[in-house]
């Protein structure tokens, strides 16, 4: 998979000069990406995208949970016809790799023929894309490519790339715009970093 041309590359992102809103501002460390940033860069993905499948039928598999806010805002900007389905695949477990992978909700779309989008919150290591992917080949669509919000490339155990990235962030555990930790945070407007001491926090509780 090539990373598209056609779309600005994306810029690694430090830190934003936004606010942490007071009632979250124990758990998040610092804003990374501010709510108007990522809705101007998703607005510049989703006019790149209808323009690369112009006069196309698209299909854009979406991986559940962590993509349900990307997805709902980058879809709602693209003029081409479209259909939608969502898979299930679960990989991590609170903060850390489970290393095992498991589809939980399989699809219910037939790929066969069809250009296919694959939408994901946060690529890192790159093993659950590229399984997906893998997955989705055997169907046989006519072409098939990869979107991710946010790229880790520190993190990266296999070899692969998506075609379409918003934002390259450092290896750092982030929550918001869909990204949880224990399925809490998916409500931030904003990309943010973690608090230590929420992961300390839950392992002190576990132990
Ligand atoms: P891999 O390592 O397979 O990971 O590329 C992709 C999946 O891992 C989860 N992930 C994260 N989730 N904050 C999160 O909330 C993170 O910093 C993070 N890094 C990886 C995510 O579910 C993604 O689909």
Known sequence: MN?????????????????????????????????????????????????????????????????????????????????????????YRGGTSSGELEFTKRLKLNLRDQHVLVVDDILDTGKTLRAVSEELSKQSP??????????????????????????????LFVVGYGLDYDERYRNLPFVGVLHPHVYRKSSDQQS
Do not use: W
């Open 3 to 91: 990373p598209s041309s056609r779309l600005s590359a994306p810029k690694l992102v430090s830190s934003s000069r936004a606010q942490v809103p007071q009632g979250c501002a124990g758990d998040i460390e610092q804003i990374l990406i501010s709510a108007p940033r990522i809705h101007r860069r998703v607005m510049e993905m989703a006019q790149v995208i209808a323009e690369d499948y112009h006069g196309k039928r698209l299909i854009i598999v979406a991986l559940l949970n962590g993509t349900v806010l990307f997805l709902a805002d980058l879809v709602r900007h693209f003029e081409v016809p479209l259909s939608l389905d969502l898979i299930g695949v679960s990989s």
């Open 142 to 171: 006519a072409s098939l490519k990869t979107c991710v919000l946010l790229d880790k490339p520190e993190g990266r155990t296999v070899n692969l790339e998506a075609d379409y990235v918003g934002f390259i962030v450092p290896h």
